[in-house]
């Protein structure tokens, strides 16, 4: 099965994200809250662009029902964890907010994805979304296994990835991934299994970059812009 094969693919790394730091911390309710708006305002800016690469998807499925699956994850999925970002937000409003600007992490990770929305094969690109459901699902339960519910600051998060509605999704997800799967070339498989392993990668990396608040290293955002003679 195609599905086995990725997730076999990926072992290592799905291990090295629930060890990040910023996941066994969320766990513990001891992550700074500076490193946890920083990672939703990335996040919110991820999901605009996710957002815009399962429609460019969905356009592409020929599958009335894969289509119209894959639209739905556009709109309501999309809607409930951004208003979980402004909840957090909103309690929040006393820290010092970073600019609205994509992270090098982010910026990556939202190109890949669009990249192949737009180019690659349709079952790459669904392969390379299915990561975002998949991985923050396996976070999702290992952590809500592990934190303390009455007293971690983020266990609206926690509840959010770990709940059965979160669930019904990603099965979906992947069950529109095994159908592709099944009816693939062997090429084609391996180029899936190939698009889920780097976009599990950009999962780890996201949250590695929010814990360390990454940003760009270079240029200054309060040059004045060149001008000619």
Same mark, same amino acid.
């Given at each position: ?5 990725m ?7 799905i &291990? ?9 911390? *969320?766990?513990? $309710? !001891? *992550?700074?809250? +500076?490193?946890?708006i ?6 919110? *800016?991820y ?16 599958? &009335? ?10 709109? +309501?999925?999309?809607?409930? +964890? ?7 937000? @909103?309690?929040? !409003? ?9 992270s090098?992490?982010?910026?990556? =990770?939202?190109n =890949?994805?669009?990249?192949?929305a737009?180019?690659a094969?349709? +079952? @790459? ?14 976070? $999702? ?19 959010? =990835? ?13 069950n529109? !991934?095994? @159908?592709l $799967? ?17 976009? !599990?990668? *950009? @999962?780890?990396?996201?949250? &590695?970059?929010? =814990? ?6 270079? $240029?200054?955002? &309060? ?7």
């Open positions: 099965m195609i599905f086995k094969k997730c076999n693919a990926v072992d290592s790394i &291990n090295e994200i629930h060890n990040q730091k910023f996941n066994q911390e *969320l766990a513990e $309710g !001891t *992550l700074p809250k +500076e490193k946890f920083h990672y939703l305002i990335q996040d919110s *800016l999901l605009a662009d996710f957002s815009k690469a399962l429609a460019l998807t969905a356009a592409r499925l020929s599958d &009335n029902n894969q289509a119209q699956q894959f639209i739905q994850f556009s709109l +309501e999925a999309i809607k409930a +964890e951004r208003s979980l970002h402004s909840q957090y937000l @909103e309690k929040n !409003t006393l820290l010092k907010i970073p600019a609205i600007e994509q090098p992490a982010c910026f990556m =990770y939202t =890949y994805i669009l990249k192949t737009s180019l094969s349709i +079952e @790459e690109a669904v392969a390379s979304l299915l990561p975002c459901f998949w991985v923050y699902r396996e976070v $999702g339960k290992n952590i809500s296994l592990k934190q303390n519910a009455k007293n971690n600051p983020y266990k609206e998060w926690i509840a959010l =990835y770990s709940s059965d509605q979160f669930d019904v999704s990603v099965n979906s997800a992947i529109i !991934t095994i @159908e $799967g099944n009816v693939a070339s062997d090429a084609i498989k391996e180029k899936m299994i190939s698009a889920f392993v780097k976009a !599990t990668k *950009l @999962e780890w990396l996201f949250w &590695n970059s929010a =814990y360390h608040q990454e940003e760009w290293l270079i $240029g200054d955002k &309060n040059n004045v812009a060149c001008t000619t003679a």
